[in-house]
């Protein structure tokens, strides 16, 4: 019987309350299963050991235990001598490589990154590679800056850049920084390029959930669901990458200096006075900085893929709600009425998907398109 007292993480607090529900028959097993993506086997093991250990018997088995592939403490502070002596300068991949064959040691580079960042010693700041193919890393930023230099409103510029050759992919002047406005240059780079291996971004809450609340579902499934951007790449199958400073995503912050510079006295060129006149020249500016700036990427052969054809339903705002007994469904002050459908004569209670594409608005239920229509004055 374990007798150890552990403070158990997110995770382990989250599968306590779903198997506890189980244990008092408030949920079944199956149901359980689904939720934190085991077996109905494992569920019932699970199950097993709670009723007779209590919560302690779901914190990890390893718990509190040093791992078998930890390096001994005596080959640690080798690796650091030699790092701080005969190594001074190397950056960590480098210093790996002599690590391993002049030096005998085996151990992998994120291993030996963990243990010089432990003790203080940073990798040589290097400029980081440029990818090698069109295509296989998108860096995309936002600029909030005076564009119109006071002849107009404040503007925020909307980039997406190739990493591979600094080519401008997408760009486009909103009144600000949102979801939205990203998803509208997404469907743009979609629809002409394709679809990239992955985009290189910041920790804004637009990419990536800054907020530490978790909703009831998101507790039982033990995971938290992504932003709308978020959701949409996946979706697409496209990783992101967030960048953990400015530094990190320097190119995409050098384009943003170059076109304060350039765009902006191409915009006091033409008297370009609001948004629509500010986006026309952005649109010229684009080629012209292609032409004179990007260049050849490493290797001929891209890494776009073809985009898929329900881009309405990717680049878009999803929300769900709930259906009224009178099968009205209320979204922003406004509510619309659903029909009998073809294969269901009511949706009350249901839940039905919202999606707030650039145009236009659809109803969904699962992969079911409703037919529906506003009601006046709601």
Request: proline residues 3%; charged residues 25%; contains cysteine.
């Amino acid at each position: 019987m374990r007798q150890e007292t552990y403070t158990l993480s997110q995770k382990e607090l989250q599968r306590v309350s779903v198997i506890s529900a189980c244990i008092k028959g408030d949920m079944a097993c199956a149901r359980a299963a689904g939720l934190l993506c085991l077996s109905v086997r494992q569920i019932k093991r699970l199950k097993k050991r709670m009723r007779e250990d209590g919560e302690a018997a779901l914190a990890h088995a390893n718990r509190g235990r040093a791992s078998h592939r930890r390096l001994p403490d005596a080959v640690r502070e080798r690796i650091v001598q030699l790092s701080r002596n005969t190594y001074a300068g190397f950056n960590d991949h480098h210093l790996c490589a002599k690590l391993v064959e002049r030096e005998g040691f085996s151990l992998s580079r994120e291993t030996l990154r963990r243990l010089l960042r432990k003790n203080g010693l940073g990798s040589p700041r290097q400029r980081r590679v440029r990818s090698a193919r069109l295509g296989e890393l998108v860096q995309l930023d936002g600029s909030p800056h005076d564009w119109l230099e006071g002849r107009g409103p404040q503007l925020t510029a909307l980039g997406m850049q190739d990493d591979a050759t600094g080519k401008i992919l997408a760009a486009q002047f909103f009144p600000a920084e949102t979801t939205f406005g990203y998803l509208c240059l997404l469907r743009q780079l979609l629809r002409r390029f394709g679809v990239p291996l992955a985009f290189y971004g910041d920790h804004s809450g637009i990419f990536v959930r800054n907020d530490d609340h978790w909703t009831v579902e998101e507790q039982l499934a033990g995971k938290r669901q992504p932003t709308q951007f978020g959701r949409a790449l996946q979706q697409l199958g496209v990783t992101f990458i967030a960048a953990h400073s400015p530094q990190a995503k320097g190119r995409v912050e050098r384009l943003w200096g170059v076109l304060q510079d350039r765009l902006a006295s191409e915009l006091r060129l033409t008297r370009a006075v609001d948004l629509a006149s500010a986006n026309a020249v952005l649109r010229k500016f684009i080629a012209d900085y292609n032409r004179r700036f990007a260049r050849q990427p490493r290797e001929r052969e891209t890494a776009w893929r073809a985009a898929p054809e329900s881009l309405d339903r990717i680049c878009c705002l999803v929300h769900e709600h709930m259906v009224s007994n009178d099968n009205v469904v209320q979204w922003e002050g406004r509510r619309f009425q659903i029909p009998q459908q073809a294969r269901r004569f009511s949706f009350a209670g249901a839940k039905v998907q919202i999606y707030q594409a650039l145009a236009r608005l659809t109803l969904y239920y699962g992969d079911a398109r409703l037919e529906h229509s506003a009601i006046p004055g709601g």
